[in-house]
């Protein structure tokens, strides 16, 4: 009989543990980023600047969006620190230019020891790479977790998971294949 894998318990079980892995990687970036965002979000002030334009990020992948626009804008707002030092942002989200119209008063949060690295100060372009790497945590902990019992039967032993070659006893020596 043909066996890619081996066991197909022992695939589900490989399969479980490396997304469990991934899961414990991607918790980290989950942390690291919430904390360094934390951080930036305690320490920062607020500002309201004002759209000065927009920059067009060309998408390099242009087969991804066939017939729309081949990039995002992304919106560039200028504003003034408490020190009367005239900085700007780009917006880290690419919605496009019909979000704002060039003169709009938008929020930022900025470090007064590094107005460059300011924040248009909305929940996803300040929180959205934790949202995301946190989201992603949860997904592959869950299949990680849930996957080797959700093919258990009723006593705790995995159950075969290939519908070809499901698992059986082998008559000649009464062990499973």
Known sequence: MLKVFGNTTQTLGVFAKLFRAIALVLLAITV?????TLQF??????????VTGFE??????????PGGTNGFEYVVVEFETA??????????SGRGADQFDIGDPVPVRYSPSRPDRARI???MEIWATPVIFG??????????IVAP?????????????????????DKRSGTKE
């Open 135 to 144: 989201a992603l945590f949860a997904v592959f902990a869950l299949i990680g």
């Open 121 to 123: 100060d909305s929940f």
């Open 41 to 50: 979000r305690l320490s920062s002030q607020s500002a309201v600047g004002r």
């Open 32 to 36: 690291v980023s919430g904390f360094v």
């Open 56 to 65: 067009e990020v060309v998408n390099p992948a242009p087969i991804t969006n």
């Open 149 to 169: 019992y959700a093919f258990a039967d009723n006593r705790g032993n995995r159950r075969s998971v290939s519908p070809v070659w499901p698992e059986r006893s």
């Open 83 to 92: 020190a009367a030092e005239r900085s700007s942002v780009q917006g880290r």
